[in-house]
Structure formats: C-alpha cells, structure tokens
C-alpha cells in the first residue's frame, strides 16, 4: 500500500524523536517518498542533517528561515497539495493541543492546516501526561475533525516510570498508515491510464538508428503519479536510462511504428498521456546487414512517421483525455498553443530546451500546463511536476 506513496513525516519535540529516523527508513523500504517536518523543539533531540541526509530532502522546521530560497514560506502549501498521507510521530501533548485548535505557529502545524492528505497522529508523552482531561479533550477533538489518532503503547518511560505513552513499533505505525491509505480512492481510482515514455529508434541497419537523448524520466514520473492516484496504468516505453517502476503493466517498444501499434491497443484507455518523444522521421529503407563505409551512400531519405497524438485526436472517444507534450526551442507558449489546437488534445504539456535545469535526461524541469483556456506554470522535480499537474487536472475539491 505504501510504494510509490508520499509521506510527509512530522516530528516533535519529545524523547521519542530519534525514533521517527528509523519510522523513515521503514517507510522507504516500504517503496514511499518521505519528506520530513520538525518544531523548533524536536531539533534539540534529533540534528537536522540526520533526516536530511536520510529523506535526501531539506528539513522544514521554520516558516520564514533565516536562510534559504525566498519560496521557502510557501512550502507549507506546497507539500500539503504534494502528500498521500502526513504522520506526525511522535506527536506531544503540546503539538496536539495546537492542531486540535487549528494554531499554526511553525511549519509543521501550517502544514497540518494545508495538507489535502490525512493525518496520522502519534501521541506520546511521559507520566500520567496521556490520561489528562486536557489531552483526552484534545484526542477527541481531533478524531472528531476526520484525523486518525494511533493510542501510544504501555511500558517503561524516560522519566523512569511505567505507564502509557511510548511511540508505537515501527510496523505497527506501517500498519495504521497502509490502512488509513488503502482507504482512500483517489481522482484517478477504476480508471485505465496509458502513459507513453523515453525514445523511439529508427533503425537505418541492424547497428545504427535515428534517435534523440530522451531519458524517460519525464514520463515514468507520470505513470508513476497516476498510479498513486489511484489508476490502472500501463507504460508504453522506449529504451529507458531510468528503471521502471514496479507495480505497472509495461510495454516494450522499438520505433514510432511500433509505439503507434501499442497505442492503438489501448486506445479505449480512459486518459492517455503521450511523453515519448517521438521521431519524426523514419529512413525509407532499412538495410537487413550493415552498410559498410565504402558501399553507403552520403545520404538518408527519409520520411514522415505517424503522428500518433493527432491520430489520438481524431479517433478520441467520450469522456477521454487526451495529454500531450510538446518540447521546443524558441517560440515555446505560441507552438505548443498550436500544437494543442491542431491535434485536439485536452492539455499540451511545454517545455523549452533553453530553460536552465529542463528537458531531455534532467531531474528537473520548468513546464507549462496548457488548456483550451488556461495556462499554468510548473517548476521543480519531474516527479513533484507529475503529481502536481495530475491533481490540478483531475483532483476534484
């Protein structure tokens, strides 16, 4: 339940804190994506760089840091539209207090409040601190405002004393969260995806061929974020740099007229994706032996090859979704505008070689969403773009 998730992991300021770095790794080797949260007060307990360098991600603790990118106050939205599920483990009684009264003095309790995912609390705390009114009060709040409460076991405590307030085991905090995740359909929930990736090879002889420097990455990050949406996907590729991820139906594919046959399959697929990138031209004669030096020729003919997304275009069905991509080097909003008309796709996805930190084999990329009637801009990871465009097109509030 938990592979290919995104967990934002909030920790606060009790003893228990140096446990949440091994609830982090056991949500890693449980296939999820973890970012992590802190209040100034669990800091005193656990470094920053130790989750840091475990998440491979920046630490949020402050809502305006002292260094740092100036986007940094916002981050709060952004993970809370980014998660699947958000755990705070261990949860005090004090940080309890303020989510159950919807205070937002940090970044962990701001994210509380902008998260769109559910919310596991782990309460844990010292003495006879979990059986008082107040905590009891603040439990019930929470519970009865939708959050999921996970009740901390009984045992021997770091004041010395015996009673109830330990952080749950590890696989017990897994348990909760696969369930409370299990239990949640998302936009994408009973329906077919095909997402289309990496390069098509146009074969001149049996050694050399057309291509270009697609990696895949762009595309398997949306058949990954479909998947955590809740679809049925298949990946239609081409040769990858990347791996593919588990848990999705993949077909191999060669040249343009190989991706065209597969499509063509799937063509029923309530929402097609189409990220390959695909060759627009294809030799009009492919040797069965390789041409030596001295017999080739000085040139290639060569022509056109399917347009496979117009052909989508043409043939879309009722209540389909059609997505391209469109990849340029100069006039990048007025092409990929066209682009959208012309082939009567629902959304044209854009992006320019001559941003900084974009296109083929990054793990970065700056992309315009475009619509019949809109316009939208994206920047960041290729996997945080893929989630982010696929809630903004079909997470309904």
């Known amino acids: 339940m938990l592979s290919g998730k ?3 992991l909030g920790v606060t300021g009790g003893i228990a804190a140096y446990k949440a770095a091994f609830l ?3 949500f890693q080797k449980a296939g999820a994506e973890v970012r992590v949260t802190m209040t100034p007060s669990a800091t005193r307990f656990v470094g920053l760089v130790t989750f840091a360098s475990l998440s491979g991600h920046e ?5 305006f840091p002292e260094q740092g990118d100036s986007g940094d106050w916002t981050r709060h939205i952004n993970w809370g539209e980014w998660a699947d599920l958000y755990v705070i483990a261990p949860c005090t009684a004090n940080t309890l207090a303020k989510i159950s009264n919807g205070i937002s003095d940090n970044m962990l309790t701001s994210t509380v409040l902008a998260a769109r995912c559910p919310l ?5 705390m010292d003495g006879e601190m979990y059986e008082s009114p107040g905590v009891s009060e603040n439990l019930d709040k929470v519970r009865k405002q939708g959050y999921h409460t996970l009740e ?7 004041s010395g004393l015996e009673g109830k307030g330990r952080l749950p085991e590890m696989d017990q905090i897994l348990e909760k969260a696969s369930e409370i995740i299990g239990s949640v359909k998302g936009p994408l929930e009973g329906k077919k995806v095909v997402v289309t990736a990496g390069p098509t090879r146009e074969h001149i002889d049996p050694v050399r061929f057309i291509s270009n420097p697609s990696s895949g990455k762009m595309g398997v990050a949306m058949a990954q974020a479909a998947q955590s949406l809740g679809a049925d996907v298949t990946l239609i590729h081409g040769p990858l740099s990347v791996s593919k991820p588990e848990g999705i139906h993949a077909v191999s594919i060669t040249s343009t007229a ?6 063509k399959e799937y063509e029923e697929s309530h929402v097609i994706i189409m990220a390959a990138a695909v060759s627009d031209f294809t030799p009009t004669e492919v040797h069965d032996n390789k041409v030596k030096k001295s017999d080739g020729e000085s040139e290639i ?3 056109q090859t399917q347009d496979i997304l117009a052909w989508l275009g043409d043939h879309k069905k009722d209540g389909q979704t059609l997505i391209g991509f469109a990849m340029e080097t100069e006039n990048l909003i007025e092409n990929a505008t066209s682009k959208l008309r012309k082939k009567n796709a629902d959304f044209i996805i854009a992006n320019s070689l001559s941003e900084a930190g974009s296109g083929f084999e990054s793990d970065t990329n700056t992309v315009h969403l475009l ?5 939208q801009k994206f920047q960041g990871t290729k996997k945080d773009i893929a989630i982010e465009i696929l809630n903004t097109i079909f997470r309904v509030d």
């Open 301 to 303: 003919k060569l022509k």
């Open 6 to 8: 995104r967990i934002i």
């Open 59 to 63: 630490v949020a603790v402050d809502i």
């Open 371 to 375: 619509g019949k009637d809109s316009d």
């Open 152 to 158: 901390p076991e009984s045992g021997y405590l770091a």
């Open 258 to 263: 190989d991706l065209f046959e597969a499509v």
């Open 24 to 26: 982090l790794r056991e």
């Open 120 to 124: 596991l609390i782990c309460p844990t």
